[in-house]
C-alpha cells in the first residue's frame, strides 16, 4: 500500500485540510511555499489521466477551492498548480500559494517542515475552507 492510500485509510499522520468520500487533501511535509497542499482521489490510482472523469472532476473541484483558500489565508497572487506524479504512485496534485514563477521549481524537495508549524497551518487553512476569518 502507497504512503498516500495509509493516509487516506487514517493509518498514517498527516495535517489533513479537506476530506470528502473522494477526495483527501493534506499539507505537504516537504513544501515548496507555506500552505503546499496535495490533494489526492482516495482512490489509489496512479497517473491522474486513468483517473475517471467523475473522480478527476471532484479532485479538480477540491484543488480549486484549497487554492481559494490558500490565496486568502496567505495573501497570495495566485494560486499554483502543479502535478507531476514521480515521488508516490498515487496521483496527487500539488497546490500552493505563489508570488511568482520561482514558486514552481519542483526539481529539488525541500527541507521536511517543523510539524508544529504544519499543525498551525492546517488550522487557518481548515477555517478559510469553512468561511471563517482567518
Known amino acids: ?3 498516500f492510500a495509509r493516509i487516506v485509510r ?3 499522520p498527516a495535517h489533513i485540510v479537506w476530506e470528502d468520500d473522494s477526495v483527501v487533501a493534506f499539507l505537504d511535509s516537504h513544501p515548496h511555499t507555506a ?3 496535495l490533494v489526492i482521489p482516495t482512490m489509489a490510482v496512479d497517473r491522474w489521466t486513468d483517473l475517471d472523469h467523475a473522480t478527476a472532476a471532484r479532485v479538480f473541484l477540491a484543488a480549486q477551492r484549497v487554492g481559494a483558500a490558500l490565496v486568502q489565508v496567505y495573501e497570495a ?3 499554483g498548480l502543479v502535478i507531476a506524479g514521480y515521488h508516490i504512485p498515487h496521483a496527487h496534485l500539488h497546490v ?3 508570488n511568482g514563477l520561482e514558486d514552481f521549481d519542483f526539481t529539488y524537495l525541500p527541507p521536511e517542515a517543523d510539524d508544529v508549524d504544519l499543525a498551525r497551518e492546517a488550522v487557518r487553512i481548515r477555517a478559510a475552507l469553512n ?3 482567518v
Do not use: L
Open 1 to 3: 500500500m502507497d504512503a
Open 10 to 12: 487514517h493509518e498514517a
Open 35 to 37: 500552505g503546499h497542499t
Open 77 to 79: 497572487r495566485r494560486a
Open 96 to 98: 500552493f500559494p505563489t
Open 131 to 133: 468561511g471563517r476569518v
